[in-house]
């Protein structure tokens, strides 16, 4: 089954996320309209890892909706590579800095995590092995 990255964006809006600037030493974010993108870098990098911006309209919306004072930052890791070649378990931030959410004190920071098994062509791995 393949992911449609506004699957991904509806979830989003109810556990967007933490710092705006990246820590010192870490690697440049790529910006991106599709999360997928750095699902495959990661998968692709001997380090397990990629980091990005979303820059699409619905992150525009999102931003926007909660008055954030920060871009949605994305990092993706690999939490374990598969005996399929090209397919990990990865678990992937959405981070942003000063969400307001009713309820919660003004301006703060958000995280959404989540795990998922990806391969670089979409699919799920056909095994966990």
């Keep these: 089954m393949s992911m449609k990255p506004l699957c991904l964006l ?6 967007v996320s933490l710092p705006a600037h990246a820590q010192a030493g870490e ?6 309209v599709d999360v997928r993108v750095l699902m495959v870098a990661a998968i692709d990098s ?4 990629a980091l990005g911006v979303l820059t699409n309209k619905d992150a525009e919306n999102i931003t926007r909706h909660f008055k ?5 930052l994305i990092d993706v890791t690999t939490v374990k590579r598969y005996a399929q070649a090209g397919c990990s378990r990865l678990k992937v931030s ?8 009713p309820g ?8 959404v995590d989540f ?6 062509d979409g ?3 056909r095994s966990l092995s």
Excluded at 68 to 72: D, L
Excluded at 104 to 111: E, F, K, V
Aim: hydrophobic share 30%; proline share 17%.
């Design 94 to 101: 959405f981070r942003q800095e000063g969400v307001q959410v």
């Design 123 to 125: 699919q799920p791995p």
């Design 104 to 111: 919660q004190a003004p301006g703060q920071p958000h995280t």
């Design 46 to 49: 001997p380090s397990g890892s």
């Design 10 to 15: 509806a979830v989003l809006p109810f556990t």
């Design 68 to 72: 954030a004072s920060g871009p949605i």
């Design 27 to 32: 690697t440049a974010r790529v910006p991106v």
């Design 115 to 120: 795990g998922i098994n990806y391969c670089r």
